[in-house]
């Protein structure tokens, strides 16, 4: 014996569509590590004289029920005496006066795989992955400086 069990109803069927505005903004200051020595992790995290650190900003305004993935990557560019990897990075986010280190000092590295779900492309260094699904304005902090192992002679000494 078969028994068949047909029902008559309505489904509601929604589509929701949202809005969403993301803004770098970055500040007038810039890194600046010409005739830079080498330092130790310890001083390199907290500089903040001119050009030893590097402020901006990332925002969103989100209507709707929508989520932004983002990643902050360093690209070197252009020649340098000083290879990137003797060079160490360090992101902080910025609270008040506060900072909240969002990595550890790391020397420069590029990813060899681009980031498909961030848009983050090959050849950059990840420095923080985030996502966004509310109105934010975050501010953060970049400081770059020589790595206390570089050895500027090149000679062992």
């Known amino acids: 014996m078969l028994l068949f069990l047909i029902k008559r109803g309505e489904k509601v069927n929604t589509i929701t569509t949202g809005q969403i505005v993301m803004t770098y ?3 007038d200051n810039i890194i600046q590590i010409d005739g830079a020595l080498p330092t130790t992790d310890k001083t390199g995290t907290v500089q903040l004289k001119n050009g030893e650190y590097f402020d901006f900003n990332v925002s969103s ?3 709707g029920n929508v989520n932004i993935n983002y990643e902050i990557s360093a690209k070197e560019v252009g020649e340098s005496t000083i290879a ?3 060079i160490k990075l360090y992101l902080t986010k910025l609270n008040g006066s506060e900072e909240e280190p969002l990595m550890t000092p790391e020397t420069y590295h590029e990813e060899a795989e681009e980031n498909t779900y961030t848009g983050r492309p090959a050849g950059e260094m990840s420095l923080y992955k985030g996502s966004m699904n509310s109105s ?3 501010n953060y902090r970049l400081r770059m400086y020589v790595d206390e192992n570089y050895n500027m002679l090149g000679t062992g000494g």
């Open 136 to 138: 934010e304005n975050n």
């Open 25 to 27: 903004t970055e500040t």
């Open 84 to 86: 990137g990897s003797n």
């Open 61 to 63: 305004t989100i209507v």
